[in-house]
T-cell receptor, first 110, second 116 residues
Framework: QKEVEQNSGPLSVPEGAIASLNCTYS??????FFWYRQYSGKSPELIMF????GDKEDGRFTAQLNKASQYVSLLIRDSQPSDSATYLC??????????FGQGTELSVKP | GEEVAQTPKHLVRGEGQKAKLYCAPI?????VFWYQQVLKNEFKFLIS????????ETGMPKERFSAKCLPNSPCSLEIQATKLEDSAVYFC??????????????FGDGTRLSIL
């Protein structure tokens, strides 16, 4: 079992819809979780991080963390074509290194 | 500076040659992390530094890879005797803390290494 698992997609949603990206992790002791967006050929760009159970909202983005279920999600409201990218879920491992999932490719259709 | 600066953007080497990549962290950040992205999305941690000291080298291949962060110089990642499998994008990230839950890592634009 991989430490961080994501559906690789592609996930296709129409413009204006809610995109839901999911991530599960295996180490129950993990404390902090990060969502990065990566456009093709570019570097990962931090969207949000979360370390408390519950929801955290920032503009059109909401991160959700459920430590009991070992589950992290990212919701994107009012999806735009410019949101089309690969979304990487990562957790902070031992000594602070990031452990990434394989990424979910999101396509927002106009 | 305000961004993690990586050079060069693209590096082409023949198999067996040496490759050296550079990274300048965000000013004030004392932690530097190196990651390798092979294929499209698989990130692999290589090594991290706290200032000029190795912090975690558990991901570093022992034989051909080395890295340094010297005072007043960009950090460097060097690969000796490159192999085709070393072709990847190498990302550097920096942060003000390593293990703090609320301290994210900020990534540079990466160096695309192509081994021919």
């Amino acid at each position: 079992q991989k430490e961080v698992e994501q559906n690789s997609g592609p996930l296709s949603v129409p413009e204006g819809a809610i995109a839901s990206l999911n991530c599960t992790y295996s180490d129950r002791g993990s404390q902090s979780f990060f969502w990065y967006r990566q456009y093709s050929g570019k570097s990962p760009e931090l969207i949000m991080f979360i370390y408390s159970n519950g929801d955290k909202e920032d503009g059109r983005f909401t991160a959700q963390l459920n430590k009991a279920s070992q589950y992290v999600s990212l919701l994107i409201r009012d999806s735009q074509p410019s949101d089309s990218a690969t979304y990487l879920c990562a957790l902070k491992g031992v000594w602070g290194k990031l452990i990434f999932g394989q990424g979910t490719e999101l396509s927002v259709k106009p | 500076g305000e961004e993690v600066a990586q050079t060069p953007k693209h590096l082409v080497r023949g198999e067996g040659q040496k490759a050296k990549l550079y990274c300048a962290p965000i000013k004030g950040h004392s932690y530097v992390f190196w990651y390798q992205q092979v294929l499209k999305n698989e990130f692999k941690f290589l090594i991290s530094f706290q200032n000029e000291n190795v912090f975690d080298e558990t991901g570093m291949p022992k034989e051909r890879f080395s890295a340094k962060c010297l005072p007043n110089s960009p950090c460097s990642l060097e690969i000796q005797a490159t192999k085709l499998e070393d072709s990847a994008v190498y990302f550097c990230a920096s942060s003000s803390e390593a293990a703090g839950v609320a301290q994210p890592q900020h990534f540079g634009d990466g160096t695309r290494l192509s081994i021919l």
